[in-house]
């Protein structure tokens, strides 16, 4: 059986290369270049799919005696992951690029390069496990390294990718990924861990937006008074429950509550202020429909008990998802949760189960409606 598989460079996909191996799958390693240069020119990046990190997957895997090849996706990678990253922090949102890039980029050129060369499966070293429902549709379901599970970055993923997805690392611990590295002497065995945006790499956000988002400036307000107590330098260098960089001076912590694109206006408060209970997600993509939730698609219908998350670092908590029309969902948690953000994914879990998620539209924060319109 033929597996095509996403090789970064990294140990994850390089023990999952191993892995797939010695269960006797003939393994392709497809490594995608995604690299840009001409974002920065004079600071090159080191991605995650840099050059330098193909490389390191070119020798593990004529070290493992598997095929190799690199395909060039840059230019999809800028229309697809950067361009859209971009736009949306220009305007006030807060998005999550790696789900970006797995929709679009990762998992559909995986299944695309399949599909030319004859191989039933593909795979990757995401953390992460694929089983059967009862009526054989394949479900995600969470990685049983809770440290590790990457479920959260990959509910984009439709069935038919699903289908065909063979995750060997979702039943493993990351210790035991890192011995098997040791033990074979991987080029990547000694990588360090990266949590950064590939593309943003270790600057701040501020500085990766310099020269490619308009500096527009305007007003630092006060929530709660609508008293401006500062400028900022653009909308895109702020996100939801941000406490550094806001550059006012008011005696005691301040965090951004509310970014008004129409106003291009800044708000910041005290801590309590980025909390919520509830949000609206939209477009919902539900992953299982064999889960015996009654009314879960119907407008007005009681929706369903679960747990949710907004960031992959985030411990799911206790939830109501409430289908609400149009493909929207409204999600109430049952205690208030930190610095929900529009542009953020809400994915949504039944114990190990990815039920489904959407993009974060619309935040009901605590104490919004108090002097809201007070804003000039």
């Not at 920065?40 to 330098?52: N, R």
């Not at 098997?180 to 360090?192: D, T």
């Amino acid at each position: 059986m033929k597996v095509i598989l996403g090789m970064s460079g990294g140990v994850d996909s390089s023990v999952a290369a191993y892995l797939l191996r010695e269960e006797g799958y003939e393994v392709e390693g497809i490594s995608f270049i995604l690299e840009e240069r001409r974002l920065k020119p004079e600071t090159p990046l080191s991605t995650c799919c840099s050059v330098e990190s193909v490389l390191d997957a070119k020798k593990t895997a004529d070290l493992l005696g598997i095929s190799h090849s690199m395909v060039n996706l840059r230019n999809e990678f800028v229309e697809h992951v950067i361009e859209p990253f971009i736009r949306a922090y220009s305007e006030g949102l807060t998005p999550n690029p790696c789900i970006l890039c797995n929709e679009h980029i990762k998992f559909t050129y995986l299944r695309k390069i399949a599909d030319e060369r004859d191989a039933a499966f593909i795979a990757t070293g995401h953390y992460a496990r694929v089983e059967a429902a009862a009526t054989g549709q394949k479900i995600l379901m969470k990685g049983i390294d809770e440290r590790k599970d990457q479920s959260y970055v990959l509910y984009v993923l439709k069935q038919d990718i699903l289908d065909r997805l063979v995750l060997p690392l979702g039943n493993m611990r990351k210790e035991r990924v890192r011995e098997i590295a040791g033990c074979l002497h991987l080029p990547s065995a000694a990588r360090p861990e990266s949590q950064e945006i590939c593309f943003v790499g270790g600057k701040n956000y501020a500085s990766f937006f310099d020269g490619l988002a308009a500096e527009t400036t305007g007003p630092v307000v006060e929530w709660g008074t609508g008293r401006i107590i500062g400028r900022h330098h653009g909308i895109h260098r702020y996100t939801i429950g941000q406490r550094k960089r806001l550059g006012i001076a008011v005696g005691e912590p301040r965090y951004v509550v509310r970014i008004d694109p129409s106003r291009n206006a800044v708000y910041v408060g005290p801590r309590e202020a980025a909390l919520s209970r509830e949000f609206t997600a939209e477009p919902v993509r539900w992953l299982c429909p064999d889960i015996p939730f009654p009314g879960r698609k119907d407008e007005g219908c009681e929706g369903i008990k679960a747990k949710v998350k907004v960031r992959s670092t985030m411990k799911e908590e206790p939830a109501s998802v409430i289908p609400c029309g149009g493909g929207a969902a409204r999600v109430v948690f049952e205690e208030p949760q930190w610095a929900p953000a529009p542009g953020q994914s809400a994915v949504f879990y039944d114990g190990d189960r990815v039920i489904g998620g959407g993009v974060i539209s619309e935040v009901n924060f605590a104490n919004r409606d108090r002097n809201d319109s007070r804003v000039f």
